[in-house]
């Protein structure tokens, strides 16, 4: 089957140079998913974030923090986006870690979090993880619940995609 990418249309097999995959870009092709991640223009980015089938989060690199979000990750969180852009992961996941003293990203317990490793890894060129997995304690109205969460990354431009692929509690699959 012949793979285009859904706004060029050019064939996508034709257009990935690199050795890595586009685990999160799947079926755009690498050049259209720059262009729009550069051209600045937020209606471009956003109908880029809405054509991806999952909750996806796109990443900056300094300060480590979300920059945009499709309405898919919105609706996961239950969150507007002023609750999630200019935020770090850990505080959109509400992990118990991200509202400590030292911060999401800096408390000592951030350290072996295999999502933000996968995050700042993916900020390398080339680099992209699929089903990144680790359980979080998630902070709630009533206390703390485990979620077993699942995530693929991937380097793009400046940015980083983080797809959240599972956002599960106690065997009941929370997407958006």
């Given amino acids: 089957m012949k793979r285009t990418c859904r706004i060029c249309k050019r064939d996508v097999k034709e257009i990935r140079e690199l050795p890595s995959p586009f685990p999160v870009t799947e079926g755009i092709c690498r050049s259209c998913a720059e262009a729009l991640v550069a051209s600045g223009n937020g209606v471009d980015l956003a109908a880029f974030l809405e054509s991806l089938d999952a909750p996806v989060l796109l990443m900056q690199p300094e300060p480590r923090q979300v920059y945009a979000a499709n309405q898919r990750a919105l609706r996961l969180f239950g969150k507007d986006i002023s609750l999630v852009a200019g935020h770090r992961g850990g505080q959109v996941f509400d992990c118990i870690h991200a509202f400590t003293e030292a911060g999401c990203g800096k408390d000592v317990h951030c350290e072996g979090c295999k999502i933000r490793n996968a995050v700042v890894e993916a900020f390398l060129p080339g680099n992209s993880f699929t089903g990144v997995s680790t ?12 979620f077993h969460m699942q995530v693929t990354t991937e380097e793009l431009g400046n940015f980083a995609l983080l797809r959240i692929d599972r956002f599960e509690k106690t065997g009941d699959i929370q997407y958006g």
């Fill in 135 to 146: 359980d979080l304690e998630i902070r709630t109205g009533s206390g703390t619940v485990t």
